[in-house]
């Protein structure tokens, strides 16, 4: 909308005296207003064409009306010639200022009109073009032109003088400050909009990055399930072949199916890691463990492949800290070592692969540990040590390297670390070998964890034999592979297994037997785990107080929050590992009402 505020508002010093002139300077300074409104209160700007057009009528129109007056009663007179003359220069103004708009911005022309129209309205319009009225308001009372122009000077003079030159120099300043001002609102408000042009594409990129999240959860959630129940089957039938089988060439086939098997659930682990650190979503725990337990694992993986190729495996530990009770992620922790003792085998082919771990601090209360992995093998060039912790980095980009690898290990390693609260780094020497190191400080545990514990895990399958032979357990699982994994492992413990291939038919079986233990995978057709566990838990009192466990290839944290909220007593992760799911087993089937003790 356009705006006209008064800034030159209409009053006595403009008025000749003259109506038909005084209505047409009023047109004039009506348009000089609405320029002054759109510059200082930035209201709608009247297109440019349209003002050239305003201001070439005003000549046409005005000149014309005006100059007839003044012919007819000066007759070229030097006051008419003159006045004529600013008539032609207003025109060539006009023309100069249209003649350069195409290499302006809007305001900036406006701004030029709006200066050129102030000085005319003071120079012009109040001092020649009211002087001249003066003398052809005079002429009717008998006195000659000269007399006239001398009387009409003389009102010019004195008062009237310093009104003008007043008037004529407040709306020159007035003019000059809004123009000025006119140019910082101008700033401010073009520095407002960048601002907000800005702040809604951040919120349009955090909107996307939170969708994108949002998606890249769930993908890889899907992704887990879809990748690890194949696995599990994979995993497990080599498991079951191994046990069965007795031709040592046979043996050897499997052993290297289930290297295969573990390095894609390694990377399957790598992949889903990374996704859950980079989404906070990685839960560490804080539980009693022992260093002596981490080693023995990391041995019995990592060690075999040392020395498999010659090399000397070799953990350089003080006795007291293998038995000293430690607080902390010990699964974490292990899979840092893991990492770094994998590399470390995988790029040495002659010497040794060292862990070397000592204690750097020690309170009542705390103990902080520096591990360092040391090895023989080829290094890693200088520039290209900066890089190894990001994702997706190797010291050999080429997809002709020698080493394979996700580019993930290390990127993982780091990010767990600075979890944990603590700093990793490396040195290496082309040809000579590597050393990375970290260092974190723990928490102390109440003492010895003992042997009990220690081998709860190896007891567990012989108790729950004949503990609980003869209990029978609910199976709920889609795919058949898994079902004969989940079977097997189940009967091989003394379990009597019924298996139901869906959510619904596993409430149905609920309904009409009562199970020492269910497990429930949680992605099934009709209805799945989460679905069933509610029915069943809201049934007719059958299998309400049952323990019922997941056992799915949904491994996120959030999954295993959503199980419980359900009703749900544990999760186990599948590919299932036969260990960790007896000791499961064993300690909910002695917490059950219907198992047989």
């Known amino acids: 909308m356009l705006v006209s505020v008064e800034i030159f508002p209409w009053n006595r010093n403009f008025e000749s005296g003259i109506e038909i002139i005084d209505s047409q300077h009023k047109q004039l300074v009506k348009l000089l207003n609405v320029l002054v409104g759109h510059l200082a209160f930035q209201s709608e700007a009247p297109e440019i064409t349209k003002v050239f057009d305003e201001l070439k009528a005003y000549t046409v129109y005005h000149f014309s009306t005006e100059e007839k007056i003044w012919h007819e009663h000066f007759r070229d007179d030097a006051w008419e010639e003159l006045h004529k003359k600013g008539h032609e220069d207003f025109i060539a103004k006009v023309q100069e200022i249209k003649g350069n708009e195409l290499h302006k911005n809007h305001d900036l022309v406006i701004e030029e009109i709006v200066s050129f129209l102030t000085h005319w309205l003071a120079m012009h319009i109040i001092e020649s073009d009211k002087r001249m009225a003066k003398v052809v308001l005079a002429l009717p009372s008998g006195i000659s032109l000269e007399e006239c122009k001398i009387l009409a000077n003389k009102e010019m003079e004195g008062a009237t003088r310093v009104l003008i030159d007043t008037v004529m120099n407040m709306y020159d300043t007035l003019a000059n400050r809004t123009i000025q001002m006119t140019r910082e609102i101008g700033r401010r408000i073009q520095a407002e909009k960048d601002l907000q042009a800005s702040q809604k594409e951040l919120v349009r990129l955090r909107d996307e990055a939170v969708a994108a999240n949002v998606a890249k959860s769930t993908f890889l959630a899907n992704m887990s399930h879809e990748l690890r129940t194949p696995l599990n089957g994979i995993m497990g039938m080599i498991n079951f072949a191994q046990q069965r089988m007795t031709d040592a060439i046979g043996q050897e086939h499997l052993e290297k199916a289930k290297y295969a098997a573990d390095h894609l659930l390694a990377v399957i682990n790598d992949i889903l890691d990374i996704s859950k650190i980079e989404a906070n979503k990685l839960v560490l725990e804080a539980t009693d463990f022992r260093l002596a337990t981490v080693l023995e694992s990391i041995n019995s993986m990592i060690g075999y492949k040392a020395r498999a190729k010659g090399l000397e495996f070799v953990a350089d530990v003080p006795a007291e800290l293998l038995e000293r009770a430690l607080v902390g992620d010990p699964l974490r922790l292990g899979q840092v070592l893991m990492n770094l003792t994998g590399n470390a085998v995988k790029f040495t082919e002659r010497g040794e692969v060292r862990i070397w771990i000592r204690a750097r601090e020690t309170t009542p209360t705390h103990m902080a540990l520096r591990f360092e ?225």
């Not at 139901?500 to 057709?525: C, H, K, N, S, T």
């Not at 300690?587 to 009402?593: D, E, I, M, T, V």
């Open 373 to 597: 992995v040391r090895d023989s093998g080829i290094g890693v060039p200088e520039e290209a040590q900066q890089q190894l912790f990001s994702s997706f980095q190797q010291a050999d980009v080429s997809t002709t390297r020698k080493f394979g690898g996700t580019g993930l290990g290390l990127a993982i390693c780091k990010r767990l670390v600075l979890l944990m609260g603590g700093e990793i780094g490396m040195f290496s020497e082309v040809g000579v070998g590597s050393t990375f190191w970290f260092e974190i400080k723990f928490s102390k545990g109440l003492g010895d964890l003992g042997a009990e514990k220690r081998s709860a895990v190896e007891d567990a399958e012989q108790a729950l034999i004949r503990e609980f032979s003869g209990s029978r357990i609910l199976v709920a699982e889609d795919d058949a592979i898994n079902q004969e994994v989940a079977r097997c492992l189940l009967e091989d413990a003394g379990l009597l297994v019924d298996l139901a291939e869906d959510g619904r038919q596993a409430v149905e079986f609920a309904r009409r037997q009562d199970y020492a233990l269910i497990l429930m995978d949680m992605q099934m057709p009709y209805s799945n785990g989460v679905e069933a566990t509610i029915a069943i838990r809201n049934g007719n009192g059958r299998n309400r107080a049952t323990p019922i466990l997941a056992m799915t290839a949904n491994a996120f944290a959030e999954d295993r929050s959503v199980c419980i909220e359900a009703g749900m007593n544990d999760h186990v992760a599948k590919p299932v590992m036969p260990e960790l799911l007896y000791t499961t087993l064993l300690k909910w089937l002695r917490a059950s009402p219907a198992a047989m003790n």
